[in-house]
């Protein structure tokens, strides 16, 4: 057993280590009881439907616990250390007639393999969809705790490769953090639509038998049904996987980004953000001993592009077939390739938790080099008209001038910047003299007070930063809260089956 833990200390909660992210986590179990396999939802599929089935007057009570027995046999020995669990209808079938004779296929009244593994299917994907909504919020609530940290640290930050302005780091780490919430509700969208039964939709089109489809889906911990029965087994259960692969491929697109922006401060001779050395994070070449190549970037991009190849099948397995086919709906693949997301989350959240920032090292590099040179426009326009072009114009001829003259933003001349203002608008109506003071013209080109003097909302300015902090904590608290309470109404859910089930146990 496994226990998930919050930043608090506190368990969210434990898993058998046996599947999904609890294998990732601790490797596999000596014991196969409660591993929410197709084996196990087979089992638990014909428990509910002996149960409903003799209420309601589909079975009769007298051969009931013969059945229930046979079931309870199967199950418990396919439960045992090593034994074989058979992951199809026409192969647990012979188990429980081996077990309780031909009349327990009385079961199988309006019930097909098609409607039987479409529900496993869905309950497998769903319990993979929680794995991930844990993952991704464990990892999402290292982000935002770093951007609490790392508020008022500010750095450059680059489009196109280059450095393009100044900004606060933890408002950088909230702009990814705003990219995992998207998926975390892509999760509880695609949760809803993958949370239906399709029992008792038989083949296509129903059956002559009036089963309580309802009861059903209630027993095995579903939100509802899959309404239309052509569907439930021919539309849906091949919707499923591609839809979950598009979710996978977004998680992986936006660990891998974040990695890439790290990875290329390995390029430079003196980075201000690397990992922190061993541990796993880095290793020394083989070669070269000054290398301290980035083990860890490279086993978490690696790591996505691994999830990312996975997701893609799905979509490729759907492709030109005739609906109902089976190509896009290997449980195995499926599950790989929603682990293989929860891995690259786990990975990424090692690289946050490994990172080492330099404030100085980063505040040198902006003014090493003009990313503070758009305010210059802005001011000249906010403050005195000047529209942006023009002042836009005026900042770019301070810039060529600077860079060809090898001067950086803190040593610039002021009147240097005078003159290249006065010859730049000479054949214009506007102001002939630059009406920026030295001071204000010093305080402009501040990487620390344009942070501070942003003033849109969604700004890195304090006060965003704390609205947007808090809101990032108050949903991250929400999607924790939600996993847990799907969690809860599945196992509440079978456990009533249980409950239920050993009643015609003891009959």
């Not at 098609?114 to 794995?131: K, V």
């Not at 304090?462 to 847990?484: H, N, V």
């Amino acid at each position: 057993m496994v226990e998930v833990w919050d930043r608090g200390l506190r368990p969210l909660y434990a898993l058998g280590c046996v599947t999904g992210l609890a294998a990732i986590l601790c490797g596999p179990a000596s014991a196969q009881d409660g591993v929410r396999d197709e084996f196990f939802w087979l089992g638990q599929i014909n428990k509910a439907t002996a149960v409903i089935n003799t209420q309601e007057g589909l079975l009769d009570k007298e051969k009931t616990p013969g059945i229930a027995k046979a079931i309870d046999s199967v199950i418990k020995a396919g439960n045992e250390p090593g034994a074989k669990r058979p992951a199809t209808v026409i192969t647990f079938e012979p188990l429980l007639i081996e077990e309780g004779g031909v009349e327990v296929t009385l079961l199988h009244a309006g019930r097909s393999s098609q409607d039987m593994h479409a529900t496993y299917r869905a309950a497998i994907l769903r319990d993979r969809l929680l794995d991930l909504a844990t993952q991704l919020n464990v990892t999402s609530r290292t982000l935002v705790d770093l951007a609490a940290t790392h508020a008022d640290t500010i750095v450059p930050n680059y489009t196109n490769g280059v450095a393009a302005q100044p900004n606060s780091y933890g408002h950088y780490l909230l702009g990814h953090a705003a990219g995992f919430a998207r998926d975390a509700d892509r999760i509880r969208e695609a949760y809803a639509r993958v949370d239906r039964s399709a029992m008792g939709t038989t083949v296509l089109n129903g059956t002559g038998w009036p089963l309580n489809r309802q009861r059903m889906a209630d027993y095995l911990g579903f939100a509802g049904v899959v309404d239309n029965a052509y569907d439930a087994s021919q539309i849906a259960s091949m919707d499923q996987p591609v839809e979950i692969g598009s979710i996978v491929t977004a998680i992986a697109l936006h660990s891998g980004n974040f990695v890439e922006d790290v990875m290329t401060q390995y390029a430079q001779t003196r980075p201000w953000i690397l990992l922190q050395e061993g541990g796993g994070n880095t290793y020394v070449s083989s070669a070269m001993p000054q290398k301290r190549n980035p083990g860890l970037l490279n086993n978490t991009r690696s790591q996505a592009s691994t999830a990312i190849t996975l997701a893609i099948g799905p979509m490729i397995q759907a492709h030109n077939i005739t609906p109902g086919m089976p190509d896009p709906k290997d449980v195995e693949a499926n599950s790989e390739m929603v682990d293989a997301g929860v891995k690259t989350l786990a990975d990424l959240d090692k690289v946050l938790k490994a990172l080492v920032i330099s404030p100085e090292r980063a505040l040198e590099e902006l003014n090493a080099d003009w990313t503070a040179s758009q305010e210059i426009a802005d001011i000249l326009m906010r403050d005195h008209g000047l529209p942006f072009r023009e002042g836009h114009h005026v900042a770019s001829e301070i810039v060529t001038y600077a860079r060809a003259e090898g001067i950086g933003p803190l040593d610039f001349p002021y009147e240097k910047a005078r003159k290249i203002y006065a010859e730049t608008v000479k054949d214009t109506d506007f102001a002939q003299e630059l009406p920026l003071s030295e001071a204000e013209f010093r305080a402009a080109l501040d990487p620390v007070a344009i942070v501070r003097g942003r003033a849109t909302s969604g700004g890195p300015q304090p006060e965003e930063m704390k609205r947007m902090l808090d809101e990032a904590t108050a949903r991250l608290d929400g999607q924790e809260s939600w996993a847990a309470e799907q969690r809860a109404h599945i196992d509440a859910a079978l456990g009533k089956l249980d409950a239920d089930f050993q009643s015609l146990l003891t009959r």
